[in-house]
């Protein structure tokens, strides 16, 4: 090999060794989890158990079916994730399915 052949091997090595140096490194951001009143109460819970969030439901206001209400058409009031259950986080999620027949 040729002093000028492997001139140009180091050269091309030590560009390709600096640039995956100072290239970021490419992390997915986390999926968008809805707010509170963004989306329905199936949709809000659907989204926290695919990010895999221990989804606990609390009712403020009526139960869905019970009530002739289907979870899709209650509300979310409040989203609190803190704290965990072991390598799981957890959502408590609070959920409004008040009736609006009566």
């Known amino acids: 090999m040729s002093a000028l052949t492997r ?3 180091s050269a091309l090595c030590f560009a390709a060794a ?11 951001d986390p999926p968008a989890l809805p707010d ?3 989306e329905s109460a199936a949709s809000t ?7 895999n969030y221990d989804v606990q439901l609390q ?3 009526g139960v ?6 289907p979870l899709s058409q209650c509300t979310v009031t ?5 704290g965990d259950a ?3 986080p957890l959502a408590y999620i609070t959920v409004n399915c008040a009736s609006t027949n009566g």
Not at 45 to 51: E, I, K, L
Not at 64 to 69: L, M, R, S
């Open 7 to 9: 001139r140009s091997v």
């Open 18 to 28: 600096t640039a995956l140096t100072l290239a970021p490194l490419a992390v997915a």
């Open 36 to 38: 509170a009143g963004d």
């Open 45 to 51: 819970v659907g989204a926290y158990d695919d990010a």
């Open 59 to 61: 009712f403020e206001n």
């Open 64 to 69: 869905p079916d019970v009530g002739g209400v």
């Open 78 to 82: 409040d989203i609190n994730t803190s």
């Open 86 to 88: 072991g390598e799981q």
